[in-house]
């Protein structure tokens, strides 16, 4: 992997940094760019739309840090490496687009482009927590929850890209929560930021977000700590279930909500433990990410290095 | 794939037969072979044991059929493809037992042996409802429910042999009902045979079991039809968790209740659209195995060739 540049886009902007070969992030910015379909009638006019959002904040900074190949980790969902956006839930109007294909024409340089979750449990096995591991579930806990897969040492993707909708999982089977996706019960309506902020104010009638509610846990807000130790039951429980199918033995999670890890993994390993089969149990380990908020990033170099 | 015996080991009996190349069973018989630790009391013992009486069904049918290869499907986890036994939940006493090397050194021949319900799934991919398929998840529902994964067309097994405990996913989240293998609100406790004759008896009184309670529901019985449609809903959930996590277009089920594909299928199908995330819905497909119980049998041949 030589010195290349990779992006992480979020909702309102983008994260671009140059990576060294040994994950090293040399040089970081962070630009705004704003995806939306809002407004736009043409699945043509999303297709522009999104091509020249992107290449007004990566052009600038290209020509600054001149290198062979960018990487890119995006909100959907893409068919195998091959970098067609297969579809993506904010941007309904692209589908089957070859976004890494049509970014490349415009940037002049390769572009490599991959599920955002998904990059940032690349990023996890080769440069964090998950480092050396042959198979790896890493969970990403953010305003949704997220999940990437490797197994056998390779990104998995799933026959429609669409691999590991870890936060859609079912942890509560009636009278659940409802969740954006428009079912109840499923984990990210439990476990997400948004949810963990929704929750304690159903709780405590303060209004406080995320970030806050850990804040207020440290500071021994029983509400508080009782929200964040349900999330991480919800999360037990559903990797439980992942390893009931898969069999893993290694789990990493990165993502704001991770930073709460005293007040959220002592329910998740209890419950994990509780829901696996009794041979199981004991044989899974769950780390938070060793990367600071870079693990998609850091991904996103590794796939602008290997696709 | 030459000429080779296949065995399928259950609870109480064992099958044997001759496969050829195309999968075609040339000759079979059933033999009592009752494989339990009852008694036992040392794990030398236990694997003495269950060498012999896997030896004294198998040593008369292969010098009936000579064969150069022998596959089994046994009721337990392996390491790999390496015919080590990891564990079996109804041979406590045997752990990490060279089961295929031990009985090749008893037969004279080469031993391949996996998990059984993996075997199911071989056989579907190469021969049933699931051929050539790359990825397929193949669902045994017999007295219990387990489940056979194929990724990239290949049996994936797990980091200590346990993957695809499907009958244990937890489908039901509070107040469930008691499963065997110590929690509450698996499938296995709604969609085994055994689950469905329970429940059927406490729904009306009527001691039957599965098969009967199948016959009971063509005949119009209205709580053998909910019952059967009640396995198929909790099926289609458990399904939906999997697809979720695994993105897979093909699903096969085989086993006794497998037949009662009528009243289970519709429900099934039902539950599992209404689980999936919504461009997910739609795409993946359920096919009853198309092998007459013959799945597992026609894997273990298979291993038999490949191992």
């Known amino acids: 992997m030589t010195r290349v540049l990779a992006a992480d886009i979020g909702g309102t902007n983008l994260r671009l940094a140059v990576v060294s070969e040994n994950g090293t992030i040399l040089e970081e910015g962070r630009f705004e760019a704003r995806l939306s379909s809002h407004g736009q009638t043409s699945q043509k006019e999303a297709q522009t739309c999104v091509i020249q959002t992107l290449s007004k904040a990566i052009i600038p900074f290209m020509e600054q840090h001149p290198t062979p190949a960018i990487g890119i980790g995006f909100p959907g ?9 297969a579809a993506s839930p904010n941007l309904p109007l692209l589908e089957d687009f070859a976004l890494a294909e049509r970014l490349s024409e415009q940037l002049g340089m390769h572009v490599a482009v991959q599920n955002d979750a998904l990059c940032a449990a690349i990023g996890e096995q080769r440069f964090g927590a998950g480092k050396g591991k042959t198979n790896l579930l890493h ?5 949704g929850v997220g999940g990437g897969l490797i197994l056998n040492d390779s990104p998995y993707t799933g026959e429609h890209g669409m691999a590991m909708e870890f936060g ?40 406080a977000d995320a970030r806050q509610v850990f804040k207020l846990a440290c500071d021994g807000n029983k509400e508080a700590v009782s929200i964040l130790a349900e999330a991480g039951s919800y999360l037990g429980q559903a990797i439980a279930e992942s390893v009931k199918l898969l069999d893993l033995e290694s789990v990493t999670i ?11 993994h002592p329910s998740l390993m209890n419950t994990l433990n509780e829901n696996l089969i009794p041979p199981l149990r004991g044989k899974v380990k769950v780390l938070p ?16 290095s290997i696709n």
Chains 1, 2 share one sequence.
């Open 168 to 207: 859609h999982l079912r942890v509560v089977t009636k009278h659940g929560r409802e969740c954006g996706c428009g079912n109840s019960g499923c984990l990210e309506a439990y476990a997400s930021a948004t949810a963990v902020a929704d929750r304690f104010y159903l709780a405590s009638g303060i209004k």
């Open 139 to 143: 969970i990403t806990l953010g305003t």
């Open 77 to 85: 969902f893409f068919h195998g490496n091959s970098g067609v956006l």
């Open 254 to 264: 990165s993502g704001g909500l991770s930073h709460a890890w005293e007040f959220i």
């Open 289 to 304: 990410s060793s990367l600071n908020d870079n693990a998609g990033l850091l991904g996103a170099a590794v796939i602008a």
